[in-house]
């Protein structure tokens, strides 16, 4: 599905419909869903000690994991960038790209470490901020989901709650 999606990223870039960015990001959530829900499972059963033993498997199969992950993420990012941001975008379209682009980097950094976390975390936020100030009106479901997200990339991924809540308030 992502691969006939690109397609139409590649033709239309930013001008597809509404129902077209719908089916575009459930198609790319669909396909990086079952690897954060791997992730989280894998670190959840990591802090039982009965698996110690299995620490090592574990280890391994999640680090996998989070590579496939961290490469679909930068797939759609990359996909976004040059079929999309790259050509004529603004308005609520160019709001929903940039705000999906944060989406996969903060995806990104919930497993990442070092200097990838510092690099996800960065492209993240710029993101977000850009989206942000993209003018569209205040019960906007794109403006409300940007501020959502953007709360949950700070209370999560920087764990800055107060920012977090600030954010949700402002929005509110």
């Known amino acids: 599905m992502v691969d006939q999606l690109e397609k139409v990223m590649q033709e239309k870039g930013a001008d597809v419909t509404s129902d077209e960015r719908n089916l575009l990001s459930v198609a790319f959530k669909n396909l990086i869903s079952s690897k954060r829900s791997a992730c989280r499972t894998i ?16 280890t391994q199969y999640k680090a996998s994991i989070e590579q496939k992950l961290r490469n679909d993420c930068q797939r759609i990012v990359d996909m976004i960038n040059v079929h999309v941001l790259k050509k004529s975008c603004d308005g609520e379209p ?36 850009m989206a942000n100030q993209i003018t569209l009106p205040p019960c906007n479901p794109i403006k409300l ?14 764990k800055n709650h107060k920012a977090a809540c600030d954010l949700a308030d402002q929005s509110l």
């Open 145 to 158: 989901g940007l501020a959502l997200n953007f709360s949950v990339f700070h209370y999560e991924v920087m």
């Open 43 to 58: 670190a959840a059963i990591e802090q039982n000690p009965k698996y110690a033993k299995f620490s090592d498997a574990l």
């Open 94 to 129: 160019k709001a929903f790209f940039v705000k999906m682009v944060g989406d996969y980097y903060r995806y990104i950094a919930e497993n990442a470490k070092g200097a990838d976390l510092e690099a996800a975390k960065s492209n993240a936020l710029e993101s977000y901020n």
